[in-house]
């Protein structure tokens, strides 16, 4: 690791055995923390469209990216407290559960697997002949295979795949989508992992042109009309963050109808 790096998890693991407050922390306890810290750094990236942010030294001279370096400095600060977290407060730090240094090489160890295209298994860059003409489908399709195959095998294993240790329903290849993710998230999750399977579920069994709905200009319009169906819903007493939960949860489990009532 870097100077930096190494300066923020000793510090970090001074503070796991000295400060009160950090010393009290459970994994638990932090959930939301991590929740927050994510939202705060989302909203630093949406305050600036990509072109904006595309121009680097201006962006340094506004104070824009000083200030997403700190937002992302608070979510990796997540991580490195989570692994001080695991470790009991008066125990030495190789005693911890896990490091930052291991969450590094298994985050190393995923990307080389999953990016078959760019690296061979030992984690060496392709030549240059089998790298050109990659295409960033043939990524997203590859990223999946692993990915399918990954869960697959850890399923054969007996690995929980849930709070419960129940494997969650994934009759159409779109597990992995983590549970407390807000239904809307959820829903553009579901439908974006369908596109990146070799063939798309979601086309084949529901192709697009059956569902109800318009074409928008642009991103203003869609949620003007994802509003109004949420205040249609509200006046029906119905929940629409429930409501399409239960849709996705229908999908992932196969049941094609759901999207049909």
Known sequence: ??????????????????????R???????????VEEAYEA????????????ADVPARRADG??????????????QVVLHAAVSRAPDAPAPAAGFRLDDAADALTAKLVRRNPLVFTPDG???????LEGITPEAVESAWERVKRAERAAAEDGGAPDGPTGAPRPDVVGLGG????????????????RAARQDVDP?????????????????????GAELFETV?????????????????????RAGDWDALRR
Do not use: K, N
């Not at 205040?231 to 999908?251: I, M, N, S």
């Open 177 to 192: 989508i983590p549970a407390h993710l807000p239904a809307l998230a959820a829903a553009s999750a579901v439908v974006d």
């Open 42 to 53: 989302l909203a630093e990236i949406e305050a600036r469209t990509d072109a904006e942010w």
């Open 231 to 251: 205040r249609r819903a509200r006046a029906a007493g119905l929940d629409p963050e429930r409501a399409l939960r239960g849709v996705v949860a229908c999908v």
């Open 64 to 77: 824009s990216y000083p200030a997403l370096a700190g937002e992302m400095g608070d979510v990796l600060f």
């Open 124 to 130: 060496a860059v392709r030549p240059p002949a089998e």
């Open 24 to 34: 009290a922390l459970t994994h638990r306890s932090l959930t939301q923390y991590l």
């Open 1 to 22: 690791m870097s100077d930096a790096v190494d300066r923020l998890v000793a510090t970090t693991e001074t503070l796991r055995t000295h400060c009160p407050w950090t």
């Open 202 to 222: 979601l086309a084949g069994h529901v192709p697009l042109s059956e569902c109800t709905g318009g074409a928008w200009e642009d991103e203003a319009a869609l």
